[in-house]
């Protein structure tokens, strides 16, 4: 059985901005099968939730990895923490946002009702069936590739800070307490396979921080960096 052409569609989009082609389209669309979709059409076609578990597993084992040579001196203790810290649900889905997961979930009338397409669990759960899929089609080395493409300016960013949360987050929950919210604004230079951005950060009128990256999630992330720099944002 294959994608319905809409999600088909979006599920390119997704794979040109993970980096990875799926040659096996079934499998791919296991990935993003949520079990009230295959509910409600009654064919039994199996969901996510066995990639996912796969998944969890594979993305932790490259995170500790990777903390473990990249970090000599990092405690069992710290590693945890930093570990949990960029596999719990919120970055999960901060990554699957990232990648315009949404439109290419295969869910049920209910589920789609009721705002499943950004819902903070299913989101997590299907980076993690992404993940898995990726794992059982080309191996851990493709996996471990992908994840550090996609991680790893956020782990460096928590094996600074265990426990602390995101700048964006930070600066978020900041400004919330002042009944304000931030407004990102962005732009792009270069050409497609090397741009880089630029982004500004405002409440209420005013500018708090500017920031550049690679990506617009690290360009966002370093202006609400250079805001937290002015502002008490601590955790």
Same mark, same amino acid.
């Given at each position: 059985?294959?994608?319905?052409? @809409?999600?088909?569609? %979006? =599920?390119? $989009?997704?794979?040109? /901005? *993970?980096?990875?082609?799926?040659? &096996?389209?079934?499998?791919?669309?296991?990935?993003?099968?949520?079990?009230?979709?295959?509910?409600?059409?009654?064919?039994?076609?199996?969901?996510?939730?066995?990639?996912?578990?796969?998944?969890?597993?594979?993305?932790?084992?490259?995170?500790?990895?990777?903390?473990?040579?990249?970090?000599?001196?990092?405690?069992?203790?710290?590693? @945890?923490?930093?570990? %949990? =810290?960029? $596999?719990?649900?919120? /970055? *999960?889905?901060?990554?699957?946002? &990232?990648?315009?997961?949404?439109?290419?979930?295969?869910?049920?009338?209910?589920?789609?009702?009721?705002?499943?397409?950004?819902?903070?669990?299913?989101?997590?759960?299907?980076?993690?069936?992404?993940?898995g899929a990726v794992?059982?089609?080309?191996?851990?080395?493709?996996?471990?590739?992908?994840?550090?493409?996609?991680?790893?300016?956020?782990?460096?960013?928590? =094996?600074?800070?265990?426990?602390?949360?995101?700048?964006?987050?930070?600066?978020?929950?900041?400004?919330?307490?002042?009944?304000?919210?931030?407004?990102?604004?962005?732009?792009?230079?270069?050409?497609?396979?090397?741009?880089?951005?630029?982004?500004?950060?405002?409440?209420?009128?005013?500018?708090?921080?500017?920031?550049?990256?690679?990506?617009?999630?690290?360009?966002?992330?370093?202006?609400?960096?250079?805001a937290a720099d002015?502002?008490?944002?601590?955790?």
């Amino acid at each position: 059985m294959t994608f319905r052409s @809409a999600a088909a569609e %979006a =599920a390119a $989009v997704v794979e040109v /901005t *993970l980096g990875y082609k799926f040659q &096996d389209r079934e499998l791919l669309r296991t990935a993003f099968l949520h079990r009230s979709y295959s509910g409600e059409d009654g064919n039994g076609e199996e969901p996510y939730e066995r990639l996912e578990f796969l998944g969890d597993a594979v993305l932790q084992l490259v995170v500790t990895e990777y903390l473990y040579h990249a970090y000599p001196r990092m405690s069992e203790g710290e590693m @945890a923490k930093t570990r %949990a =810290a960029v $596999v719990d649900a919120a /970055t *999960l889905a901060g990554v699957a946002s &990232d990648l315009d997961i949404g439109p290419a979930l295969l869910l049920g009338r209910g589920e789609q009702q009721t705002g499943g397409r950004e819902k903070q669990s299913i989101l997590a759960d299907v980076i993690e069936a992404l993940i898995g899929a990726v794992f059982v089609e080309a191996g851990y080395e493709k996996v471990r590739e992908l994840v550090r493409r996609h991680w790893i300016d956020l782990v460096d960013r928590r =094996a600074t800070a265990p426990g602390i949360k995101d700048y964006k987050t930070r600066l978020q929950e900041h400004l919330a307490r002042e009944g304000q919210r931030p407004h990102y604004v962005l732009r792009d230079t270069g050409p497609e396979h090397a741009k880089e951005f630029t982004a500004e950060v405002w409440a209420s009128d005013q500018l708090l921080g500017t920031g550049r990256g690679t990506s617009k999630k690290r360009a966002e992330q370093d202006a609400a960096r250079d805001a937290a720099d002015s502002t008490s944002t601590d955790a």
